[in-house]
């Protein structure tokens, strides 16, 4: 398998698709940020978008943006329309309560809203993920991803899916939820495929390295095994590099040390571990690849700024207050 698919198995995508909009100008409504990938596909019309207060983005039908972080962000008919609260425009529909975690698609809801212009559809929704802890590819991602449609359609995969999910979501036929929440996964990773074709040659990150075929296998060594004794020449060796060129090969892709990049991914798996196991210390720092709980603790120090039982009693009251 692939890293990008061990990724996204491991970040374990449900899909939750919650309105057709009828938009009508001027309109607008901001979504406030969420632990979860808000997405719009514009169906017909045209819009703009503004992600964290960011630059106007203009869309239109075919075009489909996916905002990975959960970002706060807004959609409107143009600059001067005034924006609702989506919570208000969910309520001027007669729909009471909100996305949240779990939630399952129930039917379609229809959304009307705005005045009496040019008319805007767009299918909105979120793509919810099962276990939120820190990802490689959620990390790597930008605040929004913008496929862009042609001449009014989108990209075939996505005018395709659509279509299957819009007749899914309308049927109400029995099993719907769960191909309209596949139909949903499928572009989603569509989505981050496009993403990473587009990716420019002079740019570096993880991704970037995911277009490499070597550097690529030596990342899915890296996740698939934390525990190895790696170092940069066997590392290189197991992807068929020399020591030289695959150190600098990977620092010019994904924009760090090998072993830099070693003991940051030890150390998210360890920081999952400690908030989310019960496993002892020794246990973790075992499991990923240090022989003594004082050299993962100086390790984990170093990256965390705080000491692992530390960084745990941190985690737990957090998640106490919240």
Known sequence: MDLLSEVLRDLRLESAV?????????????????????FHVVVEGHCLLEVEGGPAIDLTAGDLVVMPQGSRHALFSEQSAPRAAFKQVLEVNGIGGSWAPGKRIEKLDRLRFGD?????????GVFAFRDLRRNPLLEALPAVIHARGRLGRGATW?????????????????????VAERVADIVF?????????????????????????????????V????GEPWTVASLGKAVALSRTVFANRFR???????????????MHLAADMITGSRKTLPKIASEVGYESEISFSKAFRRWAGVPPGQY?????????RD
């Open 223 to 226: 996740h698939g095994r934390p």
């Open 18 to 38: 919650l309105s057709m909009g009828e938009f009508r100008a001027p309109w607008g409504f901001e979504k406030r940020a969420i632990e979860a990938a808000p």
């Open 252 to 266: 010019t892709l994904v924009g760090s040390s090998v072993m830099g990049y070693v003991t940051s991914w030890r």
């Open 189 to 221: 990773v569509q989505a981050i495929r496009d993403y990473i074709a587009s990716i420019p040659a002079n740019r570096t990150g993880w991704l970037r390295g995911l277009t490499d075929p070597q550097i690529a296998r030596a990342l899915s060594l």
């Open 116 to 124: 009496s212009g040019s008319l805007t559809r767009i299918v909105t």
């Open 312 to 320: 745990r009693r941190r985690m737990k009251s957090l998640g106490a």
């Open 158 to 178: 996505l005018e395709t899916s659509l279509n299957l999910l819009i007749d899914e979501s309308l049927s109400g036929r029995p099993g719907f939820q769960t």
